[in-house]
DNA sequence: GGTCGACTAGACCGATCTGTCTGCTAAAAT
DNA sequence: ATTTTAGCAGACAGATCGGTCTAGTCGACC
């Protein structure tokens, strides 16, 4: 089978709920875009939360494999893939209406840092935060964790402020100033 | 007069509002902790978003002050008052829960960029930007609206890392970073 | 052919939320 | 003294939302 209901609910999930807001897109209309029934979302997860939790823990894999593809890519040296990370960053947020990092937003509409779906989005920032930790441990830098966690905040702060100006040259700004960063960090490696 | 029922309202908006979500927070219970009737409510305001955009207004000039007052502290050097910006993130960010910046919420609970409210967080954005910009002229940087938009992309990552995580630690990391960004850029002064 | 499981359409329930309306109190202004 | 103004309490309407229930369709498998 191409798709099973289960997966369609939650690909609608991931396009709906995390471009719009969980609050603000009722579960009739997902149903509707998604071509399924009400009874059908009811045997696969237990409440609209649930199938939150699942469209995260999804969308977490897969923005995760797409990070790291980037900090892999053999075509670029060590270095140029860090700062393709940066670069990159405009192909999401170029989008008419950038909707922000959906973690960022799950965390604002879950605030409850015990709420699982809150959680998620902790797992995942500190995964791309060890990522990019593992690559700078890679290139010889001094202290990798302090680098990393300053390089995430660029990338963090060039993210919302796309959500909030629009103004995608942020992108820019991020890449000036993590090449700066990271131009210091390999002088002392 | 102590403070009119209207003050009264957007001072408590500001608080459960921007605390736990606008959405979150019915206009019943906002009602009852501010003790006001609910009719008073809708003689001063013409719905619940327009107290939250008032709300809103009021919170961004709060806010600016505050800033402002850190920028020009007359107490410390012109450039320990860019450095106080990052250190004073800690007032905020390490009471328990930090429910991170309100513009930024905002933004996630009203993502269409022309409603008046998302507006408001525009504003807060630009102007925090350009008074960074005009400390960093005063200092005599090369570029400094270049090196303003990295700075607030340190700050703005801070602050939402912190919100997410509820690691306040993230404030040293954005200390460092802006320490580095502002050391180059007064090198190239 | 008959059974079973997955899915559907849509009615329905209870809760919740925004916003309106009525009737009342009391102080302030004229 | 009377009128106006600001505020009060609480019922109420209308809409929406999450979730349940019923009844029925369709295809796969034995």
Redesign the pocket.
């Known amino acids: 089978m191409a798709a099973?209901?289960?997966d369609q609910l939650i690909d609608m999930a991931i396009e709906l709920f995390f471009k719009n807001g969980c609050?603000t897109?009722?579960?009739?209309?997902l149903l509707a875009e998604a071509?399924?029934?009400?009874?059908?979302?009811?045997?696969?997860f237990?409440?609209?939360?649930d199938l939150i939790l699942a469209a995260a823990e999804r969308l977490h894999e897969q923005v995760l494999e797409q990070f790291l593809a980037i900090l892999e890519d053999q075509n670029l040296s060590p270095i140029d893939r860090l700062h393709a990370v940066f670069d990159r960053l405009e192909d999401f947020t170029t989008a008419q209406g950038f909707p922000g990092c959906p973690f960022v937003n799950l965390s604002v509409e879950f605030p409850d840092p015990s709420h699982p779906i809150h959680q998620v989005s902790i797992r995942h920032k500190h995964k791309v935060e060890e990522h990019l930790e593992e690559s700078l441990r890679g290139l010889g830098v001094r202290e990798p964790e302090s680098v990393a966690r300053q390089l995430n905040l660029i990338y963090e702060g060039a993210k919302v402020m796309i959500q909030i100006t629009g103004d995608s040259s942020y992108v820019q700004s991020s890449r000036q100033a993590s090449e700066l960063l990271l131009e210091k960090a390999l002088a002392e490696a």
Chains 1, 2 share one sequence.
């Open positions: 099973s209901k289960r609050h897109v009722g579960i009739d209309r071509s399924v029934a009400k009874m059908t979302l009811y045997s696969h237990k409440s609209k939360e």
